[in-house]
């Protein structure tokens, strides 16, 4: 017994993707070109060719030395998990004093002893970095304070207004002191 087979029609949708799927592929290789710029400013920013962030805050004189501070988003602070609401800088050691600074720290509000100095500064003199931890109940009107440890044992302190070295902070600080 023979049976003939006819074929049957293709359906619309199946006619639909055998016509459009080329221009479908092209498109999916495109559409990361569309996120490609952001890529190259991120990786010109991590490497240090485009300074030492987004926002330079400048030179800061702490004690006989200095650094150069730099914001490393210009900002809010962003949430990091269990760790809070964080906001990352980055700083550049003086030439003169990079043989003789230990530690640098970061923090807000002054601190007590340098047991509580703040976050670590992490990376080489000429580009290092920290995050620091923002409470959201803290005051906008706040310092930033940059303690220095030297190899000889002495200790230095600087601060700057939090509205000088990160508005985009210090503005969402004052938008948190009005939630409930």
């Given at each position: 017994?023979?049976?003939?087979?006819?074929?049957?029609?293709?359906?619309?949708?199946?006619?639909?993707?055998?016509?459009?799927?080329?221009?479908?592929?092209?498109?999916?290789?495109?559409?990361?070109?569309?996120?490609m710029p952001k890529?190259?400013?991120?990786?010109?920013?991590?490497?240090?060719?485009?300074?030492?962030?987004?926002?330079?805050i400048g030179e800061?004189?702490?004690?006989?030395?200095?650094?150069?501070?730099?914001?490393?988003?210009?900002?809010?602070?962003?949430?990091?998990?269990?760790?809070?609401?964080?906001?990352?800088?980055?700083?550049?050691?003086?030439?003169?004093?990079?043989?003789?600074?230990?530690?640098?720290?970061?923090?807000?509000?002054?601190?007590?002893?340098?047991?509580?100095?703040?976050?670590?500064?992490?990376?080489?003199?000429?580009?290092?970095?920290?995050?620091?931890?923002?409470?959201?109940?803290?005051?906008?009107?706040?310092?930033?304070?940059?303690?220095?440890?030297?190899?000889?044992?002495?200790?230095?302190?600087?601060?700057?207004?939090?509205?000088?070295?990160?508005?985009?902070?210090?503005?969402?600080?004052?938008?948190?002191?009005?939630?409930?």
């Amino acid at each position: 017994m023979s049976r003939t087979h006819t074929a049957a029609a293709p359906s619309p949708l199946r006619q639909l993707w055998h016509k459009w799927r080329f221009h479908l592929n092209i498109l999916l290789l495109l559409i990361p070109l569309g996120f490609m710029p952001k890529y190259f400013a991120d990786a010109a920013l991590f490497r240090g060719e485009s300074g030492l962030g987004e926002r330079q805050i400048g030179e800061v004189q702490v004690g006989p030395w200095s650094l150069r501070l730099a914001e490393l988003r210009n900002q809010a602070p962003q949430l990091n998990g269990p760790a809070g609401y964080m906001k990352s800088f980055n700083a550049a050691l003086c030439d003169t004093c990079v043989n003789q600074v230990k530690a640098t720290y970061l923090r807000i509000g002054k601190p007590r002893s340098l047991r509580a100095a703040g976050a670590i500064f992490f990376g080489t003199p000429y580009r290092m970095g920290a995050a620091v931890s923002i409470p959201k109940r803290l005051p906008a009107d706040n310092d930033l304070w940059i303690t220095m440890e030297g190899w000889d044992g002495s200790m230095h302190q600087a601060s700057i207004p939090l509205s000088k070295a990160s508005p985009a902070t210090a503005a969402w600080l004052e938008t948190q002191g009005s939630k409930p």
